[in-house]
């Protein structure tokens, strides 16, 4: 496959000053702080738990209940998930979380152990009982657990479990200076070993990667683009499916997101702290036209495509201001807390690679923290270790 080069001119992986950002040759990336880490894995928890109520509400019933989600709702305010805690993360952080542990006592991603570890969290967490799981992952971990290879038991993933797990591939390959697209493809293999799947998964992964550098947009774009075509060139075979780098293509073209984000810096500028106060109504009227446009034209399913799309629409809408990010995730309707979790990683990596602190409120941190005994610092620490 020719190389293609990215919008800075350098080749995927690599900054404008041609550094390599563990590449395919696993050359050894840019030092990753502890700060870096701990603001994505608890930007991911904030927006899946911000997310998790209003999961599978259409657009209309959240906007209509509660217009842009600002606070971590009650129980009896989710139409869905009314029995699980205020502030509860889901199998999103869990399995994340689950990943990242056992890539970093192993030193590698690979296929077998990523789906024995699965089976481990499955089980553990009652995530069949509690219906907790994906259809694609509860299919294949079954499979394999019958004796399916895992490199088989994948072959019908196409919803998002694979993007969703992404992240955790991406962040060891990221610390440990590993060759990313090596380490994501091992990660959805047991799961989610689909043309479907491994486009919107590696664009995503590759966009994070970006992100974590310190990469301007368009090197974050670029870099989506050929991981979305590593993805697709990874696949056993080709399916028909939308296109993660189509969609978001479309989206930047539409001009949504710039227009969004130019009015915001506006009112930025004119003294108002951002989301601190009320949100000018012209600013807001845009905000509210991003997420109709995301769901109605690109849909919010489970399919890999669609939550990778609206994570990445609605990065280059926010970019560095996470609480937006996550906020929008949860107002978008379908698979919220997913698409929450993406996009506030995605935010938060730009953000702190920048130089910029995370702006998600310390209560809403604090109370998603506590309540789900998320230790980070231990974790970062193996890791990094």
């Given at each position: 496959?020719?190389?293609?080069?990215?919008?800075?001119?350098?080749?995927?992986?690599?900054?404008?000053?041609?550094?390599?950002?563990?590449?395919?040759?696993?050359?050894?990336?840019?030092?990753?702080?502890?700060?870096?880490?701990?603001?994505?894995?608890?930007?991911?928890?904030?927006?899946?738990?911000?997310?998790?109520?209003?999961?599978?509400?259409t657009r209309q019933e959240?906007?209509?209940?509660?217009?842009?989600?600002?606070?971590?709702?009650?129980?009896?305010?989710?139409?869905?998930?009314?029995?699980?805690?205020?502030?509860?993360?889901?199998?999103?952080?869990?399995?994340?979380?689950?990943?990242?542990?056992?890539?970093?006592?192993?030193?590698?991603?690979?296929?077998?152990?990523?789906?024995?570890?699965?089976?481990?969290?499955?089980?553990?967490?009652?995530?069949?009982?509690?219906?907790?799981?994906?259809?694609?992952?509860?299919?294949?971990?079954?499979?394999?657990?019958?004796?399916?290879?895992?490199?088989?038991?994948?072959?019908?993933?196409?919803?998002?479990?694979?993007?969703m797990r992404s992240p955790?591939?991406?962040?060891?390959?990221?610390?440990?200076?590993?060759?990313?697209?090596?380490?994501?493809?091992?990660?959805?293999?047991?799961?989610?070993?689909?043309?479907?799947?491994?486009?919107?998964?590696?664009?995503?992964?590759?966009?994070?990667?970006?992100?974590?550098?310190?990469?301007?947009?368009?090197?974050?774009?670029?870099?989506?683009?050929?991981?979305?075509?590593?993805?697709?060139?990874?696949?056993?075979?080709?399916?028909?499916?939308?296109?993660?780098?189509?969609?978001?293509?479309?989206?930047?073209?539409?001009?949504?997101?710039?227009?969004?984000?130019?009015?915001?810096?506006?009112?930025?500028?004119?003294?108002?702290?951002?989301?601190?106060?009320?949100?000018?109504?012209?600013?807001?009227?845009?905000?509210?036209?991003?997420?109709?446009?995301?769901?109605?034209?690109?849909?919010?399913?489970?399919?890999?495509?669609?939550?990778?799309?609206?994570?990445?629409?609605?990065?280059?809408?926010?970019r560095d201001d996470t609480?937006?990010?996550?906020?929008?995730?949860?107002?978008?309707?379908?698979?919220?807390?997913?698409?929450?979790?993406?996009?506030?990683?995605?935010?938060?990596?730009?953000?702190?690679?920048?130089?910029?602190?995370?702006?998600?409120?310390?209560?809403?941190?604090?109370?998603?923290?506590?309540?789900?005994?998320?230790?980070?610092?231990?974790?970062?620490?193996?890791?990094?270790?």
């Open positions: 496959m020719r190389q293609q080069k990215g919008a800075d001119g350098g080749l995927p992986g690599q900054g404008r000053d041609g550094r390599a950002a563990q590449d395919m040759r696993g050359s050894p990336p840019r030092e990753i702080s502890p700060e870096l880490l701990r603001g994505i894995l608890t930007a991911y928890s904030v927006g899946d738990a911000l997310g998790m109520p209003t999961e599978f509400m959240i906007d209509s209940n509660f217009g842009l989600v600002d606070r971590l709702l009650e129980p009896g305010e989710s139409q869905n998930h009314p029995n699980i805690p205020q502030a509860s993360v889901t199998d999103d952080t869990e399995q994340i979380c689950a990943l990242l542990d056992e890539y970093a006592e192993r030193g590698r991603v690979d296929a077998k152990h990523t789906a024995q570890r699965l089976l481990r969290w499955m089980r553990e967490s009652g995530a069949v009982e509690k219906k907790y799981i994906g259809p694609s992952s509860k299919a294949a971990l079954e499979a394999i657990e019958r004796g399916e290879p895992p490199e088989r038991a994948g072959l019908g993933g196409t919803t998002c479990g694979g993007v955790a591939a991406t962040l060891f390959a990221v610390a440990r200076g590993k060759p990313l697209a090596e380490c994501v493809h091992a990660c959805l293999l047991p799961t989610h070993n689909t043309h479907l799947a491994l486009e919107p998964a590696m664009g995503y992964a590759y966009a994070l990667r970006a992100a974590m550098l310190g990469e301007s947009d368009e090197t974050i774009l670029a870099e989506m683009e050929s991981g979305a075509i590593e993805g697709a060139r990874r696949a056993p075979y080709p399916m028909c499916g939308p296109s993660l780098a189509a969609r978001v293509s479309d989206f930047t073209a539409s001009n949504l997101g710039a227009r969004l984000s130019t009015a915001r810096n506006v009112q930025t500028q004119a003294g108002e702290a951002r989301f601190q106060t009320p949100v000018a109504a012209g600013v807001r009227d845009d905000i509210e036209a991003t997420l109709d446009f995301i769901y109605t034209v690109y849909g919010t399913t489970l399919a890999s495509v669609d939550v990778a799309s609206a994570a990445l629409c609605i990065f280059l809408t926010a609480w937006l990010a996550v906020r929008m995730g949860a107002s978008v309707g379908g698979d919220t807390d997913t698409i929450a979790a993406l996009a506030g990683a995605l935010s938060a990596a730009r953000a702190i690679a920048s130089g910029r602190p995370l702006n998600i409120p310390d209560d809403v941190v604090g109370e998603v923290l506590q309540k789900n005994r998320l230790d980070f610092g231990s974790l970062i620490g193996r890791l990094l270790s």
